[in-house]
């Protein structure tokens, strides 16, 4: 009877001196099929003289009693003649993290929900801000009503001109508006969004945020230029208002023609104050 060794490179019982015990696989069909698993080879012979050796189980294992005989009862599961990418790795026992809990992502949730019911605010509550001075950011603000409008704007004024560094505008209907140096500009972070109410504690903090973080560019430079000019006195000099220097350089834009003809007519400036300005 030829006996058909299942495990790789097993030399047991070649030498006619080595007396090396073997045993059969199992018969059942899942247990069989169990140790077939447990070997680390593809093509096992499905024979009933396929044997394993007595060296490729663990000193001490538990053995079992089929028909009168005792074989082992678990799989073989030493293997030392193979190379480690034959020998199959134990499957990992699933991990357990209490971050992953039920539990854990429900309070995870609650806290988020909390926070966002504690962001939303309505106008009326704005105001009543406003009345209790209660308005607290990184930057110094003012805040009061105008009309139906609530405004805050920047404490700090640019240069010695009366303009705040920036303004914003907040309607009953939540609608806003944003201001730097005296000039409307959007708030890309929130306009980016499609945010257009500013119904929200964080919306309004972003607002003054980029409000408060905006630099001057040329057409708030004329306009804080001419407004300090306003504000100083000099013989022989004619002032003009931000409005009338904007209407200038709109009319110049479309006609240098159509500008001298208005000029006189308007009284908008000459053109050398055009040039000083926007120089």
């Known amino acids: 009877m030829v006996r058909k060794y299942c495990v790789s490179g097993c030399r047991s019982n070649y030498d006619s001196n080595d007396k090396i015990t073997v045993f059969r696989l199992p018969r059942d069909k899942e247990e069989r099929q169990r140790w077939k698993k447990a070997i680390p080879r593809d093509n096992i012979p499905d024979h ?5 050796c007595i060296k490729h189980f663990p000193e001490g294992f538990e053995t079992v009693s089929v028909k009168g005989s005792l074989r082992p009862k678990h799989p073989p599961s030493i293997f030392c003649n193979l190379p480690k990418s034959l020998i199959p790795t134990p499957v990992p026992l699933a991990r357990t993290t209490s971050k992953s809990s039920s539990s854990v992502r429900s309070v995870q949730n609650d806290e988020l929900e909390a926070y966002s019911q504690n ?3 309505s106008f009326d509550t704005l105001c009543s801000f406003v009345g209790s001075h209660s308005f607290t950011f990184p930057f110094s603000v003012s805040a009061f009503r105008n009309d139906d409008l609530l405004c805050i704007q920047s404490t700090d004024h640019l240069t010695s001109s009366s303009i705040p560094r920036f303004l914003l505008t907040i309607s009953p209907d939540q609608s806003f508006q944003g201001f730097h140096a005296g000039v409307k500009v959007w708030i890309k972070s929130l306009s980016s969004n499609k945010i257009v109410k500013l119904n929200r504690w964080s ?4 607002a003054l945020r980029y409000l408060n973080s905006l630099d001057l560019d040329h057409k708030q430079t004329v306009l804080l230029e001419q407004c300090v ?3 100083t006195t000099r013989v022989g000099t004619l002032k003009y208002s931000t409005e009338i220097i904007l209407r200038a350089f709109e009319y110049f834009a479309t006609s240098r023609s159509l500008y001298n003809q208005l000029r006189k ?3 908008l400036p000459i053109l050398a104050t055009l040039n000083r300005l926007s120089s």
């Open 119 to 121: 962001d939303i605010v």
């Open 48 to 52: 009933p003289n396929t044997v394993v």
């Open 203 to 206: 919306q309004i903090q972003e």
């Open 229 to 231: 000019s306003l504000n």
């Open 265 to 267: 007519d308007v009284g």
